[in-house]
């Protein structure tokens, strides 16, 4: 059986016009992509992933710290790799959905994630971000201190372990490379998407396979693996700091506002130019959450020129590295707290 239909912007509940009416039509001006950027994109980024790849193999043997150095770019081309995907999810990177899914798929096998399953899963995610009543779909998983304090020793240990940055930053890229071969059904998985996963197994054990044969099994295991775990380390930090923040917008889900979890409940992370190019310019999540179907190649732009983006919370590198030690939310203040907060609350 079908999961249920995730509901997009359009078909959320109608709020007073004068307000649907001016977010809806600043989103507007900037969706719909452009065939020619969003192929140079992909060209691009490709070319290049597959031109540094090509390099650190050639240079292993020769000059090895050649070869080391060059695991921060191909990492870098990793994440703008899963950033096409991400707006192919969308249906904001080309035109015609078949392509769209068809790029999505493709650049899905090369970052090891299911594309369909994941774009459900995403879906999901928009449409609950900052909706206390509706939160574990495609988010870390975050407790109120009620619900912390109602568990047993065993549960608070868990919790605790897995909001340690290191378990989320060390073990968060085995989730994508090893759990995400393995889905169940589920709300954010069907038989389309459960289907999807076992494409993309298929692919990618050939796409091993073909490289392995071309390389060696040793060239992609110091090649490759370190350049993708260095990558989804970085996408899981981007991630959590995106929601993970101590104002960040959380609400009931009588109370919860679709247009309001977007911008306040999304940071604006400012990025150098160079890793904002490189991440495809999702640190402008708040403009991302609004209006999804916006390309990465328009986001800045659609910030820049339109106030409403301005009250987004603005998060720097060091705050969001300082973001990492937030773990609950605490219902009475309001606000994301540390574990040591409510110690001392609690004292």
């Known amino acids: 059986m079908n999961a249920e239909p995730v509901k997009t912007e359009s078909e959320l509940p109608e709020r007073p016009e004068s307000v649907v009416s001016d977010w809806r039509k600043v989103v ?4 719909g992509s452009s065939v020619a950027r969003s192929l140079f994109q992909l ?14 193999h050639r240079m292993l043997h020769v000059e090895t710290w050649v070869t080391i150095a060059l695991i921060i770019p191909a990492a870098g081309f990793i994440i703008r790799t899963f950033i096409i995907m ?7 990177f080309l035109p015609w ?17 299911p594309y369909a399953q994941w774009r459900r899963e995403h879906a999901l995610h928009h449409a609950s971000s900052g909706d206390l009543d509706r ?11 009620r619900e912390y304090l109602a568990l047993n020793a065993w549960g608070r240990f868990r919790y605790r372990l897995f909001r340690n940055p290191a378990v989320l930053l060390g073990l968060g890229p085995l989730h994508m490379m090893v759990l995400q071969r393995w889905r169940t059904p589920g709300k954010a998985t069907g038989p389309v998407q459960l289907w999807n996963v076992w494409m993309t197994n298929i692919a990618i054990a050939g796409l091993i396979a073909t490289l392995i044969i071309a390389t060696s099994a040793q060239s992609l295991l110091i090649i490759y693996l370190p350049a993708y775990y260095l990558a989804t380390m970085a996408g899981v930090w981007l991630f959590y700091v995106q929601h993970q923040f101590e104002d960040a917008y959380w609400e009931s889900h009588e109370n919860w506002d679709y247009a309001t979890a977007a ?6 992370l400012r990025l150098p130019r160079v890793l904002q190019w490189f991440t495809g310019s999702i640190g402008l999540h708040h403009v991302h959450h609004l209006g999804p179907r916006i390309p990465n190649y328009r986001l800045q732009r ?12 603005v998060m720097t590198i060091r705050q969001g590295v300082r973001a990492l030690g ?11 707290i540390r574990f040591k907060d409510l110690r001392k609350k609690r004292a």
């Open 28 to 31: 507007a001006r900037y969706q």
């Open 326 to 336: 937030l773990t609950l939310y605490d219902e009475q203040k309001r606000q994301l």
């Open 263 to 268: 911008v306040q409940g999304s940071s604006h």
């Open 43 to 56: 060209v691009t980024t490709l070319g290049l992933l597959v031109v540094t790849l090509v390099a650190m």
């Open 97 to 113: 959905p078949k392509v769209n899914d068809t790029v999505g798929f493709i650049t899905g096998v090369l970052t090891l994630t």
């Open 135 to 145: 939160r574990g779909n495609g988010d870390v998983t975050t407790m109120t201190v």
């Open 86 to 92: 991400h707006d192919c999810s969308h249906g904001s």
């Open 302 to 313: 659609a910030h820049d020129e339109n106030p409403i983006f301005h009250a987004a919370p």
